[in-house]
C-alpha cells in the first residue's frame, strides 16, 4: 500500500516526495525513476501492481521541479540528467537506506537509471528502461516542440510551486542546441548488472534506435517491443509490463 501523506525526505537541504507500496523488505526493493514531465504520482496502479507481483517493495519520488518536491533553485543545464544520476540519486538511495536495488525509468528516467548503473558507484542488481533516451534524433526534437506547443499537461498544473517554468526550462533544452550531440554511451557501456529494455511499437517519441543503439552497449540486455503501444508502456500495457518486469526480477533471484 501506498504510505499516507506522500512523505518528504531532504536531499542536499532539498525536499523531495517521494512513495513506497508493498512490503517484502527483505529483498532488493524496486525504485522508479519518473519520466522528463512527470512526477511519483504519475504512475498510477502500476507501483502497486508491480509490487504485489515482485513481492518486493517498489519507491518512487519526484525529481526538483516535479510534484511536491521543492522547486528548481538554478535553471537545468545540459548536464543535467548526469548530475541527477550522480549526485543526487546516491545521496537518494542513501537516505532512503536503498543499499541494494533494482532501477526501473521511464524515459529520460531510464537514462537517469542507465548511467547511475554505469558509473558504478553503488551498486544495482538490475535496471529496467521504459522507452529510454540514449541520445537526441530528429523524431525526439519534433515531439518536444509538439509537446510544448500543447502546453503544461494538466496533470502538472497543481503540483509545484513553478511547474511552468521548469517545463519551459526542460523543452527549451531538449529542442535547442544544447543537447543536440547529447548521449549517453560511455555510461552505457558500463552497465554490468542484467537489464530490460522495453519500448512500445508505435512510439514515435523513442524510436527503435534507441534500444538497438542500447543493445550495442549493454552486454546482459533482454529487448520487449509491446505492440499497439505507444510511448508510455506501463500507463498503456501495463499488464504485460508487469509479467516482463516480474520474470525478469525472478531470474535475478
Not at 525526505?9 to 532539498?14: A, K
Not at 503544461?152 to 519551459?168: A, E, G, I, V
Not at 552497465?191 to 538497438?212: I, K, M, Q
Not at 549493454?218 to 520487449?224: D, T
Request: contains cysteine; aromatic residues 8%.
Amino acid at each position: 500500500m501506498l504510505v499516507a501523506g506522500m512523505p518528504s525526505i531532504r536531499v542536499n537541504e532539498f525536499s523531495y516526495e517521494y512513495a513506497w507500496w508493498g512490503s517484502g523488505e527483505e529483498k532488493a526493493p524496486i525504485l522508479l525513476l519518473h519520466e522528463a514531465v512527470g512526477h511519483a504520482k504519475g504512475w498510477g496502479e502500476f507501483p502497486r501492481r508491480l509490487a504485489e507481483a515482485t513481492d518486493r517493495r517498489v519507491y518512487a519520488y519526484s525529481r526538483l521541479g516535479w510534484g511536491e518536491s521543492e522547486a528548481l533553485q538554478t535553471p537545468l543545464s545540459a548536464g543535467y540528467l548526469e548530475h541527477e544520476a550522480l549526485d543526487v540519486l546516491p545521496l537518494l538511495r542513501s537516505a532512503l537506506r536503498l543499499e541494494k536495488v533494482i532501477l526501473l525509468g521511464f524515459q529520460e528516467g531510464g537514462s537517469i537509471a542507465l548511467i547511475h548503473a554505469g558509473a558504478a558507484s553503488m551498486p544495482v542488481e538490475g535496471v529496467v528502461a521504459l522507452s529510454p533516451l540514449l541520445f537526441v534524433d530528429d523524431a525526439l526534437r519534433l515531439e518536444v516542440r509538439k509537446l510544448y506547443k500543447r502546453g503544461l499537461p494538466d496533470s502538472l498544473n497543481s503540483t509545484t510551486s513553478d511547474p511552468d517554468r521548469t517545463f519551459q526550462q526542460w523543452a527549451t533544452l531538449w529542442s535547442g542546441p544544447a543537447f543536440v550531440k547529447w548521449q549517453m554511451d560511455d555510461f552505457a557501456r558500463g552497465v554490468t548488472c542484467p537489464a530490460l529494455g522495453l519500448r512500445g511499437e508505435n512510439d514515435s517519441f523513442t524510436t527503435s534506435a534507441h534500444l538497438e543503439r542500447l543493445a550495442g552497449l549493454v552486454k546482459h540486455l533482454e529487448l520487449v517491443t509491446l505492440s499497439g503501444c505507444r510511448h508510455a508502456p506501463h500507463i498503456e500495457k501495463p499488464a504485460a509490463v508487469v509479467t516482463a518486469v516480474s520474470a525478469f526480477v525472478r531470474a535475478l533471484e
